[in-house]
């Protein structure tokens, strides 16, 4: 069974059983759910759309059709699905590596025996890593962690600040006011000692509806990576709450047609995050990053 046959199965077996999904309807949301890259995720949910399970709407965000699988058969996934839990000790094991700097191999059998798993589901957990552009395989040797960089990723971000804005260029026309004002529920700065609420797909919102298959396509390939290394090292409370403020400045912004003030409120957001990439250096050069 390959991941797309997997989420495909497992989307089915949860609304045959449920009548609901334990996820959003989004590319990103389903991309943390099963802890691989948006390109398994994408092959999913077209395949998804042609069988009439799921639609899009003009606006290009995602939708269940009523009754698609009522009275149908559904299979349930395969027993030898990957085990979530595992997939993320992994994972952020992985990522510890990368900040650190620590390009060591990882060997299938000896992180199989140190987690008491299975050989073929560590080698799983590792092919869906590299998707992610977290680890590489090297053909011999095993699979070698994608060290961390600095420069990298203030580059990443000045590429990425460009993209995201034509991207929202694009997709002007697109934004439903009714699902703008469910994200600014979604995005609350704490207030006191209460915690923020902040929605990470927020920018799925307009690279989905963008139309333009190249600037998904870069998004796809790298932001998995940085967003891992991001959350991972930087995301406090004090963090959240200044960009839960920034998303919901930028949300309003579109749900007064501010195009102008939206595209101002986004750069700074992402500009903004090149200071907590500053703060992750600290953190990692005065030791305190988890090994």
Known sequence: MTITEFIKTDVKAALHARRRLP??????????HYGVSLTPVRHAVDELVEEGVIRRKENGRLELVPGALKGQAVATPQPESPDQ???????????ARSLQQDTEYLREQATAEKYGAGRTVVRQVFSRLAGAGLIEHVPRCGWRVRAFSEQDMLDYLEIREMLELKALDLARDKFDEGELRQLLKANRPGQGKGRSLLDFDLHECWIDRCDNRYIREFFARYS???????NYAVIDEEVKREMAREHCEIIECLLERDWKGARQALSHHIREQRGAVSRMIDYLNNGKMAS
């Not at 839990?85 to 990522?95: A, F, T």
């Open 85 to 95: 839990k595992l997939d993320e000790q992994i994972r952020q094991d992985v990522i």
């Open 23 to 32: 996820f959003k309807l989004t590319l990103g949301a389903m991309s943390s």
């Open 224 to 230: 998995p990576f940085y967003n891992a290394l991001f």
